[in-house]
């Protein structure tokens, strides 16, 4: 939203229920504090809620009241998202002690409202640095002359430099979150930006080897900084915005392939794009602060939980199984099964993925209000089931078993990604996840090496998916059993090592 303040007026004729409302303090998306009044006119200011400036000053007479609301919301980058709900909300008062279904189930501070809206632009920075080698790894593999089994072995290799981000984990552990991300968001875009001068495909996975994974690091401190600084009955919710963003940054990456069809080179031109996400960089430096838990006094590198990571772990590992190469290989089977050219390929993802998003924000909801594991048992054996038969069919079933499964895979990824940071205190939170996501992405190199091998030695794709797609299903019966609920707990309560050494 515009850091210029914006003010509503409205009017009704008094003793109507909407006049004798407006002379009540709000309990919604803010709570009012009444302030100065008299027999013709009162003023009510901000309490507890989102914004940086509020006011809201009533004037009645015989016959009308007249309500005048002065705020400003500063949300960096996403304001102009929530203008237009935020206005409906404060014109259309919800009943006392609700939020509208597009806010978190808690009140938020200006902080909160400030600190997402920068780890959302970060969102977008990194998801495109992940996205980029898997969205373009077909037209430069096509134009290197390199076949199915090179193009997996290539992205085994990127996802082997993940090792790359768990020392930038440990040293967020040590030295706090907000260097480490503005490094990150620094270093990320700009080593990508060298595939486009590649000279051929194994430079190319060179620089993709870094890069990538210096943009996993930057995506995991942005979760842990959503985790330690959103209140405890919206952690999944904040978590479902960062990766509607991170959609939104996976997307500019998408769309970018048309410019794959300009010719053989074209594909150089996306990673050219990288250079767009220093922008966000800038602002991450000016504006990010260092979550306040890391500022508190807490044990460093306390011992790590063996039976929590463990279990978190196996998870990771084996949904990865499934989920890398569903994304790795959507695009060749698009191309060489299905026949798309780039543009198609672009127009399919978003397409399908777009609408997907509204899982998203469903699913962190659910996951927040009713319980992570619940939402998790449902959606993600559907979601899986869906993908794999996306990989089976063509025509208008495939658009529809791909929308499918974005949705409820879009529902499950909060409760699924909330619990790599509520599991573990403020001491490891980083490092535990930057281990979590160095084995994730070893689960993604065996998935990805078994449907690169089964695809050359003449298996279908939706057989092969079908065989990797068990270890999804496993991690959602494992996650179901073994998982504790963490909704509504503040972190403390999860790790009571932190409670015991705040202060």
Known sequence: MSRRARTLHQSWPAGTPEAEDALVPRDDIVEEVAGATNGTSATFTQGEGPFTTYERSIVTTPTTVTQTIRYRLVIPWFGWLFALPMRNTLRHRPPPASRPWWSPPDRMSPRHAATLGLLAAASMSAAFTNTLFTQTATFAADGFGIDERGQGLGGVIVRLGVVIAIPFAVLA??????????????????????????????????????????????????????????????????????????????????????????????????????????????????????????????????????????????????????????????????????????????????????????????????????????????????????????FSVGGPAMWLLALGSGLLGGAAYPAFTVYRTEMFPTGNRGRANGYITALSLAGSSVGLLIVGALVHHGWSYGRS??????????????????????????????NPQDALTEG
């Not at 962190?364 to 048992?377: E, P, S, T």
Request: hydrophobic fraction near 55%; charge should be positive.
């Open 173 to 390: 552990d040590r030295r706090g979150r907000r260097q480490m991300i503005v490094v990150t968001a620094w270093v990320a875009p700009l080593w990508c930006a060298l595939g486009a001068i590649s000279p051929n495909f194994w430079v190319l996975v060179g620089t993709q080897a870094i890069g990538r994974p210096v943009g996993l690091a930057l995506a995991l401190l942005i979760g842990v900084v959503a985790t330690e600084e959103m209140p405890r009955n919206s952690r999944a919710y904040a978590l479902s915005i960062l990766a509607l963003a991170g959609g939104l940054g996976a997307g500019v990456a998408v769309a970018a392939l048309r410019l794959a069809d300009l010719g053989t080179n074209g594909w150089r031109l996306v990673y050219l794009l990288s250079l767009v996400w220093l922008v966000p960089a800038y602002n991450l430096m000016r504006g990010l602060p260092e979550t306040i838990r890391f500022q508190q006094r807490h044990k460093t590198s306390p011992r790590l939980d063996r039976r929590r990571f463990a279990v978190i772990a196996v998870v990771a590992v084996t949904a990865n199984f499934f989920v890398a190469p569903a994304s790795f290989f959507l695009n060749r089977y698009l191309d060489h099964v299905r026949g798309y050219t780039g543009g198609g390929i672009a127009l399919f993802i978003l397409s399908t993925a777009t609408p997907a998003s509204l899982g998203l924000i469903a699913g962190g909801r659910l996951a927040d209000l009713v319980g992570r594991r619940a939402v998790l048992a449902v959606c993600l054996p559907l979601s899986t089931l869906m993908g794999v038969a996306m």
């Open 465 to 494: 998916m079908l065989l990797v797609g068990f270890g999804q299903l496993l991690a959602a019966v494992i996650a179901y059993v073994a998982y504790p609920e963490t909704a509504h707990l503040e972190l403390e309560q999860i």
